[in-house]
């Protein structure tokens, strides 16, 4: 392999792939995924591998017969450079590699076209975050382009799933994905699992936050589940003081307002490796760009199981279209995420008030999802906070009224399930 240097360009390389292709098209059949006519530098290697590609994908025989012809359709003048190919073609083993090669060269020249053109204008502008946004987006396109082979027989597919059922008979108190920390959300779901986005929706003050952090304790201190929460709406001292009171069982107001005694505050101790070992805080990506990011973190460097995200409509995005359309692509591209970490990302939304305009008990509609139908359309499992007395909460106790309704289940059933909300630790648990 030869680099040209600081070009990252390969010239020979590039006429030694061709060359072998037209004498043999198993080569293309093995790397046409990652043979792209862009990775190839010059005009002419780039005009040759674009009709080689489209001779393949019409079904065509790949050969130096059929290529001259479609050539001379666009009237090529520099036919010659074809015998220049083949002619004194040097021997080469594992042509795969090196259009691997190639590949991975075109993947960073658009690196360092992206460092240019952004240096470019931080140069000019002096709003300089979206430039820097932009780079970021551009960069992560980069680093998630997968050519390997992404198709499998059916039978290697049916053995996965004959394994899985297999697995959840031997060990039938194991759930197949993460604890939601309800039983029945846990029985109509199978658990959060992974590739999933699940969306946690409701009105502000009906506790989806409390939900979230109920369901993430269950995953990290039952389950043993390293588990991350980017929050863009509290710091993450404030959902410590959460998790600490669910576990403790001290009102979160006295750990808030740093009124406990020393008995308390030596249970509190006393909980340190629980509330530590397993859960990953960040309360400082606000775009989506930043969260993307953070959870490949999260699973690379911690092995994260699940990442929570609080919340959805605060995730900052800038694109050329209205908010309902910035919050199509946030949704999208956490779905995106999650099938590529293969992890369940758990997001909350929140709702529009048509809710409360409503008459009746004001149960939640997926239509009332805030801002974009692409949510209810993204996401693999929507739950609704309900707490049907909430607007009568004078008259009526609201701690043992409570639903969680499974409004959408991609993959199972949807249905209703009773929860009881302890006020002083806001903590879900099951309705016995």
């Known amino acids: 392999m030869i680099l040209e240097e600081k070009t990252f360009t390969s010239l020979e390389d590039e006429k030694l792939v061709l060359g072998h292709i037209l004498l043999n098209n198993d080569i293309l059949f093995n790397t046409s995924q990652m043979f792209i006519p862009q990775m190839f530098t010059s005009a002419d290697n780039q005009l040759i591998a674009t009709k080689i590609l ?3 994908n019409t079904g065509q025989v790949v050969d130096m017969l059929n290529l ?5 359709k666009d009237k090529y003048p520099n036919l010659p450079y074809l015998s220049d190919i ?6 080469a083993t594992g042509i795969e590699k090196y259009v691997a090669y190639l590949n991975m060269l075109w993947i960073t020249r658009k690196f360092q076209q992206t460092i240019q053109v952004s240096q470019f204008k931080l140069n000019q ?5 979206p430039i820097i946004e932009e780079a970021s987006r551009s960069i992560n396109e980069l680093l998630t382009l997968d050519y390997t082979s992404t198709e499998k027989l059916g039978n290697a597919v049916f053995d996965e799933v004959v394994a899985k059922i297999q697995n959840q008979i031997d060990n039938p ?10 039983t029945k959300v846990n029985e109509l779901t199978g658990g959060w699992q992974g590739g999933e986005l699940i969306i946690i929706a409701a009105r502000p003050g009906m506790g989806k936050t409390s939900y979230m952090l109920s369901s993430l304790k269950n995953a990290a201190f039952i389950d043993k589940h390293k588990v991350g929460i980017i929050s863009l709406e509290m710091p993450n001292e404030q959902l410590m003081n959460k998790v ?3 576990e403790t069982r001290i009102p979160v107001q006295k750990i808030k307002a740093v009124n406990v005694s020393q008995y308390e505050l030596e249970l509190i101790k006393s909980k340190r490796s629980d509330l530590t070992n397993n859960i ?7 775009t989506l760009n930043q969260i993307v990011s953070k959870c490949r973190l999260l699973c690379t460097k911690y092995g994260t199981k699940a990442i929570y995200i609080d919340y959805l409509q605060l995730i900052k995005h800038k694109t050329k279209g209205n908010r309902e359309q910035e919050i199509s692509e946030i949704s999208r591209t956490l779905k995106a995420t999650a099938k590529e970490l293969k992890v369940p990302i758990i997001a909350l939304s929140q709702l529009s008030r048509s809710v409360e305009i409503r008459g009746g008990e004001k149960r939640p509609l997926l239509s009332d999802l805030r801002e974009s139908g692409a949510i209810e359309q993204d996401a693999d499992i929507v739950l609704f906070v309900h707490r049907p007395n909430y607007y009568n909460k004078e008259e009526v106790s609201i701690e043992t009224d409570v639903q969680i309704e499974v409004a959408k289940n991609r993959n199972g059933m949807t249905g209703v399930a009773k929860a009881h909300f302890i006020c002083q630790t806001t903590e879900f ?4």
């Open 54 to 56: 489209h001779l393949f």
């Open 68 to 72: 001259t012809m479609e050539l001379r």
């Open 86 to 91: 083949t002619n004194n073609l040097r021997f």
């Open 125 to 129: 502008e002096t709003d300089t975050l």
């Open 173 to 182: 108190s194991n759930l197949v994905g993460i604890n939601t920390g309800n």
């Open 244 to 246: 600490i009171s669910m």
């Open 280 to 286: 990953i805080f960040d309360d400082k990506s606000t």
């Open 429 to 432: 648990t099951d309705f016995f």
